[in-house]
């Protein structure tokens, strides 16, 4: 991720800059951050994520919203935007103070890594996200090799388990939402994957 070169910006100045442009940068407190393309993997397995949460949701009656990278997360004690791969949001929705098209209350957030952004994924990006007081699972899928990295907190819990599911024959349990994925259906189509 590398910063656009501007002077730093509002808030207000940023969502602007957006709709003038039409396109999605990443906003730190002032800093621009312009959104990397990704690869046809990549968009695999973000498809991939959003179907399995949209039918695992349906088939146990949820109320819970699953949101594509469309949707933009507003990390207001960080003063921070950001477009996660994919998020679900299970209460009322919420929308930011500061921009109408971004929402605060995600209970799930999604990250398909790739080289350029793992480090920054599993480090400052995850410790922003636990900044957001509705987030319960952080879900980290890795495109070259059939892993799924899962990180839960339970409602009033200070500490994140950490969960690995490696391979195809495995299932993941998403435990916010009581739902499973099974890691073949995750991974459908995706090429040239590496033996974990």
């Not at 940023?14 to 951050?33: A, C, M, P, R, S």
């Not at 080289?115 to 990006?125: E, I, L, P, V």
């Not at 950490?162 to 099974?182: A, K, N, W």
Request: glycine share 6%; net charge negative.
């Amino acid at each position: 991720m590398k910063a656009y070169k501007a002077p730093k910006m509002t808030v207000a100045q940023y969502i602007d800059q957006e709709i003038k442009n039409d396109t999605k940068y990443e906003y730190h407190n002032g800093d621009l951050y312009a959104l990397a393309g990704g690869t046809i993997n990549h968009g695999v397995l973000c498809s991939n994520i959003f179907s399995e949460l949209v039918l695992g949701l349906r088939g146990k009656g949820s109320d819970c919203k699953p949101f594509t990278s469309e949707i933009k997360l507003h990390i207001v004690s960080k003063n921070i935007f950001v477009y996660p791969d994919a998020m679900v949001v299970c209460e009322e929705l919420q929308p930011s103070p500061d921009d109408k098209n971004a929402i605060v209350n995600p209970r799930v957030i999604v990250e398909v890594l790739s080289k350029s952004t793992s480090d920054y994924d599993r480090g400052d990006k995850f410790f922003f996200y636990k900044q957001i007081p509705t987030l319960q699972e952080y879900i980290l899928i890795e495109q070259e090799k059939a892993v799924v990295d899962l990180y839960f907190k339970a409602p009033g819990a200070d500490l994140w388990k950490i969960s690995r599911y490696e391979g195809l024959e495995s299932t993941i349990l998403l435990e916010s939402l009581q739902i499973e994925i099974s890691m073949s259906d995750l991974y459908r189509d995706v090429k040239n994957l590496k033996a974990s």
